[in-house]
């Protein structure tokens, strides 16, 4: 064979080695990352962890939460008032519920969690008023307080929309409109997941541990 | 032939038009049924709590609810719960249309009784009685049943 046709099959051999890694390549890029977030849930999960930044509000202990207080477990946050009759009872009526299946089935207890009702009335959202409130449905539930201003820090960082409605009044009573989506809150204090109503007791547990189990080693 | 035929034409009439303006002020006193009235049992303290009722028309002519109203609370209103985009807000009624041969449920994330201002705290068990005032000034009485959710 001769030097011309070794260096034919040379340049041949590479271009086929070079369209074979290209091809592997090109396929790699298109195809879906499928390791991304957990697949086939009710819930919304977001693709980017979502980070909350900070704020300073207080328990229904009258404690100081804030931020850090997120850290280390997974957090449910929703947003309300207590002088809601309807929706906020059954929101929180269907938690308790989860609460009650996530016992059953979770024997990890260090997948910590925790339940925030964040009032969107505090001037009516006193500690002494919502302490019995948030205690009546769970005792592990968390009540949470505090300067409108900070809590406004929190419903504009999730979205979250509220507004005071006085139906006409002139007596000083108002309801407040407010959103209805659960959030998802993970142990490094990033937004993970949104569960929007209706709200299911079934849907949100089992939701919620593809959710924990999918993030457990990569957080 | 035709005085007789214009008679019991009259007659017909007549008749028709009694029995229109009987059923008009008959349909009114037994036609509205309340039924399943509950209150939801609330946190101790609560002053704010919701309350469910079912109500039948089967009368033959549409009615209004006017208003609701409790020895026990300060003041009954009529809400109706709406999630629209995600947003819960509460839309007072000013009057409730019952249209004949209808039944209208309040029931959890819908149509309440909102009842502000309770004299004490309520539990499971206790009873709170109701007048539910329609057009024509047709009242109707209830006891609802405070229960769990």
Partial sequence: ?219 | MTTLYFKKLLQLITSLLLFTGLQAVCWSADEIKLSTAWIAEGPPHMKMLAGYVTIKNLGNTDTELLKVSSPFFKTVEIHETQIISNIARMIEQDGLDIEKHSTVKFAPGGLHLMLIGAKKSLKQGDSVKFEFTFEKSVKKTITAKVRKR
Avoid at chain 1, 59 to 68: I, M, Y
Avoid at chain 1, 94 to 105: D, F, I
Wanted: aromatic share 10%; hydrophobic share 35%.
């Fill in chain 1, 1 to 219: 064979m001769n030097s011309i046709n070794k260096l034919h099959i040379s340049l041949i051999v590479l271009l086929s080695i070079f369209s074979g890694l290209a091809g592997v390549w090109l396929y790699q890029i298109q195809k879906p990352n499928k390791l991304a977030i957990p697949e086939g849930l009710e819930s919304t999960v977001l693709d980017k962890a979502f980070p909350i930044t900070e704020f300073n509000l207080i328990d229904h202990n009258n404690n100081e939460f804030s931020q850090k207080n997120l850290k280390n477990k997974w957090t449910f946050i929703f947003f309300g008032f207590t002088n809601c009759p309807d929706v906020c009872p059954t929101t929180l009526l269907t938690m308790q519920q989860v609460w009650k299946k996530l016992a059953s089935v979770q024997q990890n207890t260090s997948q910590q969690k925790q339940l925030l009702l964040v009032s969107v009335d505090p001037k009516r959202d006193t500690v002494d008023k919502l302490k019995p409130y948030i205690e009546y449905y769970n005792p592990e539930f968390i009540g949470i307080t505090g300067s409108l201003l900070e809590i406004t820090k929190l419903t504009k960082r999730l979205g979250v929309l509220y507004e005071y409605d006085n139906h006409g009044k002139s007596d000083g009573s108002y309801t407040v409109d407010h959103s209805t989506q659960i959030y998802l809150i993970d142990p490094t204090a990033n937004l993970r997941a949104i569960f929007s109503a209706p709200h299911n007791a079934k849907s949100i547990s089992e939701n919620y541990l593809k959710i924990i189990n999918f993030y457990a080693s990569k957080l």
